[in-house]
């Protein structure tokens, strides 16, 4: 059945019964998807090598089974493989971060990004394959009337969470940027207004020579209280 807005609708519950996993297979999967997560890292070179267009495809149709505020699923991923589109993002993302490393954020902010080494270069949004441009969705535009979304943030940001996910899982590289602000990028890709770009995410694999920085995770127990 095709999607449709669910404002005004009944609430109709329907079974769920999903097969029960053993504790021991659980046990078992979810130690091997910690040491394999553990892997992931953000990547900044991208290698201009092609991937599989479908498992692009299906992480974000993964990312699109994110649990969202009121299952408004409040995001639209465009896909972004054209190359002037991709040479038009970076002039303009660009721009707004030479802007940006040139003082805009401020001495506390750029002494926080010294580890990671970055800067106003974004070779990434031409040499990475796809460029995944995830817009949350502030509210739905029914013609000209507007059904405000809740928790939009929180929705996408799961999204974006269960799309880096997919990705490491099938093997490719994927970096979270947020070139700041971001309000080209609409005009750039033609989104409608009620639209807001919340990031952009290059999809690939990592360059050759690719380095990251040597960064540490807190330990569980810095994370994890018990109560
Ligand atoms: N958007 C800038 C700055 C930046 C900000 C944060 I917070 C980062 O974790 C990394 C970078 C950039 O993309 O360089």
Known sequence: MAWEPMHDQPYTPVPYRPARMSADDSRRTAAALRAKMDQRRTVRAFSPDPVPEQVVVDAIAIAATAPSGAHQQPWTFVLVTD???????RA???????????????????????????????PHLTDAPYLIVVFEQRYYLD?????????????????????LTALHLSGLAALTHTPSPMRFLSEVL????????FAVVPVGYPADDATVPDLV????DQVLVWR
């Not at 033609?190 to 770009?197: D, F, L, S, T, V």
């Open 83 to 89: 190359p002037d589109i991709r040479a038009r993002i």
């Open 92 to 122: 303009a993302a660009e721009e707004e971060e030479r802007l940006s490393y040139a003082g805009r954020l401020g001495e506390q902010w750029l002494s926080a990004l010294r580890p990671l080494g970055t800067d106003r270069h974004k």
């Open 143 to 163: 013609g000209d009337e507007q059904h405000k979304h809740y928790y939009v943030d929180e929705s996408v940001g799961i999204a974006v969470g269960m799309l």
């Open 190 to 197: 033609g989104r409608p207004r009620n639209e807001k770009a």
């Open 217 to 220: 995770r807190k330990d569980l």
